[in-house]
């Protein structure tokens, strides 16, 4: 397999450094050792950078996996003790994992047991985002690839509402979820579910009552705080005894027993 621009660039550098002069390079000099060295000089020298997160074409860009965010709303669950690492990628629920070594020979006799780890199998992908329209460079997990393959891409598996999808997510992966949230695509979507669940397609729920009969709720409402309010601080200037004694009959079970 051909070695990656970034290889040859960053094996041309160390070369660069070590060779007497420049000159010597494109001269062919090197050229005798390995057809590899070759190919250096004919890199530019902009192709040493490397890749990049990518800009989606409308709204804010995609955030850092650390960076402060206060626009962003705090990860449930919190950034993970163990396994820091998982922090920074989609890692789903893998963490390192210890155990032994156990010799075929003496696993029955006197068994001889070497301390080992697992690492689990993380890699750094490219993941096309629908509703972006950009692919997002992230460190997924094997499991996490094939869970976003069985749900349709990573859209849906970063859209899973259920417990142990959020757990899964971990703290980038929560904000790559706030930040496809906001495109119009996802908001219409959302829109439309609503719609067919029977709720507004915009606003908060209130049983299927009007707009004039929730505002006379919320004045009643703002009416009863506010006398409450008053006459507490009223008992509290004239240093009144406050009766906290429970009415009769509070707390107490009715008895249900039939009369024979």
């Given at each position: 397999?051909?070695?990656?621009?970034?290889?040859?660039?960053?094996?041309?550098?160390?070369?660069?450094?070590?060779?007497?002069?420049?000159?010597?390079?494109?001269?062919?000099?090197?050229?005798?050792?390995?057809?590899?060295?070759?190919r250096l000089a004919q890199i530019p020298q902009k192709q040493i950078?490397?890749?990049?997160?990518?800009?989606?074409?409308?709204?804010?860009?995609?955030?850092?996996?650390?960076?402060?965010?206060p626009d962003i709303p705090p990860y449930p669950l919190g950034p993970?003790?163990?396994?820091?690492?998982?922090?920074?990628?989609?890692?789903?629920?893998?963490?390192?994992?210890?155990?032994?070594?156990?010799?075929?020979?003496?696993?029955?006799?006197?068994?001889?047991?070497?301390?080992?780890?697992?690492?689990?199998?993380?890699?750094?992908?490219?993941?096309?985002?629908?509703?972006?329209?950009?692919?997002?460079?992230?460190?997924?997990?094997?499991?996490?690839?094939?869970?976003?393959?069985k749900v349709g891409g990573l859209d849906e598996y970063l859209l899973?509402?259920?417990?142990?999808?959020?757990?899964?997510?971990?703290?980038?992966?929560?904000?790559?979820?706030?930040?496809?949230?906001?495109?119009?695509?996802?908001?219409?979507?959302?829109?439309?579910?609503?719609?067919?669940?029977?709720?507004?397609?915009?606003?908060?729920?209130?049983?299927?009552?009007?707009?004039?009969?929730?505002?006379?709720?919320?004045?009643?409402?703002?009416?009863?705080?506010?006398?409450?309010?008053?006459?507490?601080?009223?008992?509290?200037?004239?240093?009144?005894?406050?009766?906290?004694?429970?009415?009769?009959?509070?707390?107490?079970?009715?008895?249900?027993?039939?009369?024979?």
């Amino acid at each position: 397999m051909a070695p990656s621009p970034l290889t040859l660039a960053r094996l041309g550098q160390r070369l660069a450094s070590a060779s007497p002069s420049s000159s010597a390079l494109s001269s062919g000099l090197f050229c005798s050792s390995s057809s590899l060295i070759c190919r250096l000089a004919q890199i530019p020298q902009k192709q040493i950078r490397g890749y990049k997160q990518a800009v989606p074409a409308e709204g804010p860009p995609i955030p850092s996996p650390t960076a402060q965010r206060p626009d962003i709303p705090p990860y449930p669950l919190g950034p993970r003790r163990l396994f820091k690492q998982s922090n920074k990628g989609l890692y789903g629920n893998a963490r390192i994992q210890f155990g032994n070594t156990v010799s075929r020979q003496t696993a029955i006799i006197n068994p001889q047991k070497n301390r080992r780890k697992w690492w689990p199998n993380i890699q750094e992908k490219r993941l096309h985002s629908e509703s972006l329209g950009v692919a997002i460079r992230t460190r997924v997990n094997s499991r996490v690839l094939r869970t976003i393959d069985k749900v349709g891409g990573l859209d849906e598996y970063l859209l899973g509402s259920k417990p142990a999808r959020i757990a899964e997510l971990g703290p980038w992966g929560w904000r790559l979820r706030w930040r496809i949230m906001q495109t119009p695509a996802v908001q219409e979507r959302f829109r439309a579910e609503r719609v067919v669940l029977g709720l507004p397609a915009e606003g908060l729920y209130h049983g299927g009552a009007t707009e004039a009969e929730i505002e006379a709720q919320n004045a009643a409402d703002e009416l009863i705080t506010l006398g409450d309010t008053e006459e507490t601080q009223k008992m509290i200037d004239e240093e009144a005894v406050f009766d906290m004694t429970p009415q009769e009959g509070f707390m107490k079970e009715a008895d249900t027993k039939k009369s024979s």
